[in-house]
């Protein structure tokens, strides 16, 4: 943290200090020469909105007519008391206090402040440190769900303070929130992990694809995902719908070192789809084979050694968002899928219909 809510607080004098905050109301017309106590926004439907003036700003003649297009007869003019703070104020030590010191952020605006990322990588969210900040009242944290995929500058989580006056104590609990955090897992409550690139094998199984009678489209699609993530498939190879020729390859990709193993093809409930069976005569551990997410849920997770094996259902193949984009990010990172987490992805996991 670049400041803290109380660092001047037993420097006072006690006989000047003002415990209390004191907020005037006061006619535009009485109002030169005194300091706004917030930022003003001005509307124009369908051209703009934004600040007409910030806080602090002092009010001249000119001003007047402004205030009184944007419906405002009267401002308000504020003495801070000891133990309060604007809600910029607020909003910005909240920041500060959650966010790792890499990340970016914005100056406060009307209370609230925007935390961006400052690198391409995987949003890392402490959801227990989000619900136990916004239980405590007249502030407010959003931030975007965990393990997302984030570019430079895409924003991460927003702070805001809801009344004009927040009391110290508020952001002290925060503070304390997210230094116990910092503490027990030495990473801060909300920060972005750089994504490693990654040596995948593939492998297509289908007699169809094998023989040549269709063309491969599951692995350009599978290319382009993992691409985009700055991972490359090293290598692609083709096998028949023959149990222990799928069995042979993935023996193959696994003795050439590859950090994951992707097998696409034959992955449904059709008594000629294999691959299943394949994976695991490998001596594969099987984590989960189906996912409650629609659309994925044939998506197999399996273990080989250490080396993670994934069995993609055919919707990969089309569909933007699937089961297999929820791990894939994790997996990348070299996180371990475990039961549990596919079976959180039943909450929230309708998406194709």
């Known amino acids: 943290m670049t400041e803290s809510y109380g660092n001047n607080d037993n420097n006072m004098d006690s006989h000047t200090t003002k415990t209390e905050t004191s907020l005037r109301e006061v006619s535009v017309f009485d109002a030169i020469g005194l300091r706004l106590a917030h930022d003003l926004t001005q509307i124009i439907p369908g051209q703009f909105k934004g600040r007409l003036f910030t806080r602090g700003h002092i009010i001249t003649e000119v001003d007047i007519p402004k205030l009184l297009d944007i419906g405002k007869e ?14 910029d104020d607020a909003a910005k030590l909240m920041a500060d206090a959650l966010m790792d010191e890499q990340l970016l952020r914005n100056e406060p605006h009307e ?81 972005v992990v750089p994504l490693p ?20 489209k599951f692995g350009p699609a599978v290319k382009v ?3 985009a993530l700055g991972s490359t498939v090293v290598e692609q190879r083709f096998a028949t719908d023959d149990r222990a020729k799928i069995v042979e390859e993935i023996h193959y990709l ?31 551990d099987i984590i989960s084979y189906g996912t409650p997410m629609l659309p994925g849920s044939m998506l197999l997770v399996a273990y080989l050694q250490d ?17 297999f984009d929820v791990f894939l990010p994790r997996l990348l990172l070299g996180e371990k899928i475990e039961k549990e987490d596919i079976i959180a992805l039943g909450y929230g996991g309708l998406l194709g219909c």
């Open 225 to 227: 995902k993992l691409e």
């Open 74 to 87: 009267h401002i308000y003019v504020m003495e801070l008391g000891s133990l309060d703070l604007h809600e």
């Open 307 to 323: 080396v993670p094996i994934l069995g993609l259902p055919g919707c990969v193949m089309h569909d933007p968002y699937t089961s």
């Open 254 to 284: 696994q003795a050439k070192g590859y950090d994951m193993i992707l097998v696409t093809g034959g992955m449904s409930v059709d008594p000629d789809d294999r691959t299943p069976a394949a994976i695991k005569a490998t001596g594969a």
């Open 111 to 191: 209370g609230k402040v925007s935390v961006k990322a400052h690198i391409d990588g995987v949003a890392k969210i402490a959801k227990e440190v989000i619900d136990a900040v916004n239980a405590i009242g007249e502030i407010a944290l959003a931030t975007i769900l965990t393990n997302k995929v984030v570019k430079q500058g895409g924003q991460l989580a927003a702070t805001r303070a809801i009344p004009l006056i927040v009391s110290k104590e508020k952001i002290r609990l925060v503070e304390n929130i997210a230094n116990q955090y910092r503490e027990k897992h030495g990473v801060a409550p909300i920060s």
């Open 197 to 216: 690139a990654r040596r995948i094998g593939l492998l297509t199984t289908g007699s169809e694809v094998y023989n040549g009678r269709i063309k491969d």
